[in-house]
């Protein structure tokens, strides 16, 4: 596609639920970021993949969070257990020549 | 650690007043900087970038930002600004290398008066 698409656009889930958000990225990049946003705020780095390999995941805040990305295109940040605390904004970027495009992001809320 | 500060929590100006906005990082090495902006209701664009060669790099809609290695700076400025300028703006930094990940600081939000 044109640009980064992400999915859902917004996701409500009671607590403890499991979310998946899926992140499509440009056609060709071959970093793909992660980012947290809340409001008001910057995005606060969770992860990054080149091709398929998890060059750094040091952003992510427990062992709840987890991202893959197996083909090296689409890749899937995982929340399991959700928390209220986990509400915020998720924003993919996939970037080229280190430049990042931001998707729409996911809007999750847990309830 | 690598890390972006930005001390303007919130700026607000008239129109056609000059603007400079404050980016410090810290970083063990070599490093890329970036501007990017995000208007209401939209996703974060790039403003400008520094990888290498000239400390003044210009970006679109009249932007520019200087890089000053000694003061681990890289601010953001425009003459004169426009309504159209409001946002929320913010500083990213990330190592030389491919391995290196790109962090944001907490970000700028300018209100332009009309």
């Known amino acids: 596609g044109a640009g980064v698409s992400q999915s859902p656009r917004y996701k409500v889930t009671k607590r403890g639920q499991d979310v998946a958000l899926r992140c499509d990225p440009i056609s060709g990049h071959v970093s793909l970021y992660w980012y947290r946003q809340a409001l008001g705020q910057g995005p606060e780095f969770l992860t990054y993949f080149n091709y398929e390999a998890q060059q750094d995941k040091s952003g992510l805040p427990n062992d709840r969070f987890s991202a893959e990305r197996p083909e090296g295109s689409i890749s899937t940040l995982t929340i399991q257990r959700t928390e209220q605390r986990d509400s915020a904004m998720y924003r993919c970027?996939?970037?080229?020549?280190?430049?990042?495009?931001f998707g729409e992001g996911s809007r999750l809320t847990v309830l | 650690a690598q890390s972006v500060s930005q001390h303007n929590h919130h700026v607000i100006l008239s129109e056609a007043a000059s603007l400079e906005l404050g980016c410090n990082y810290s970083?063990?090495?070599?490093?890329?900087l970036f501007w990017y902006v995000q208007y209401p209701g939209q996703h974060l664009q790039l403003l400008l970038k520094?990888?290498?060669?000239?400390?003044l790099v210009k970006g679109i809609k009249g932007f520019e930002a200087e890089f000053i290695k000694s003061k681990f700076s890289f601010n953001l400025r425009k003459p004169s600004v426009q309504w159209s300028d409001t946002a929320e703006y913010f500083c990213a930094v990330t190592g030389y290398s491919s391995a290196s990940k790109i962090i944001f600081g907490s970000g700028t939000r300018l209100s332009i008066r009309p």
């Open positions: 970027a996939s970037s080229s020549e280190m430049e990042l495009f």
């Open positions: 970083y063990g090495g070599t490093v890329n």
């Open positions: 520094y990888f290498s060669g000239d400390p």
